[in-house]
């Protein structure tokens, strides 16, 4: 499985944007976002099972942020809203075989390469 994640740029704050993963493959049941801000350890973000309705988010974006797939496409999404500064980071998708949403990258078996995300206050 390989992943192509895209979507990011230079955002001022309370703005939005709409990163995309693009997966080749499949054999993969979960997938997730995680993001590294400069100098900081890559950090889960949210992650989808198979159905919309499984899905799980760290509290600082849950409310702003959405998480999405399409299955048929073989695409995940993160919809993003009122960013704030803090939320720059290197923002990377990763899909998992496990069939359970968990927050351990060691647990995703696929990385995308990632994209960049600059929020301007």
């Known amino acids: 499985v390989q992943l192509q994640a895209s979507g990011g740029g230079f955002v001022q704050a309370g703005d939005s944007l709409r990163l995309s993963c693009q997966a080749s493959?499949?054999?993969?049941?979960?997938m997730a976002w995680f993001r590294q801000a400069p100098g900081k350890v890559r950090e889960f973000v949210a992650a989808?099972?198979?159905?919309?309705?499984?899905?799980y988010y760290i509290d600082s974006v849950r409310g702003r942020f959405t998480i999405s797939r399409d299955n048929a496409k073989n695409m995940g999404f993160l919809q993003m809203n009122s960013l704030k500064p803090d939320d720059t980071a290197v923002y990377y998708c990763?899909?998992?075989?496990?069939?359970?949403?968990?927050?351990?990258?060691?647990?995703?078996?696929?990385w995308g390469q990632g994209t960049e995300v600059t929020v301007s206050s």
């Open positions: 990763a899909a998992a075989r496990t069939e359970f949403l968990t927050i351990l990258k060691n647990s995703y078996e696929y």
């Open positions: 989808i099972g198979r159905t919309s309705d499984n899905t």
């Open positions: 493959g499949r054999g993969f049941n979960v």
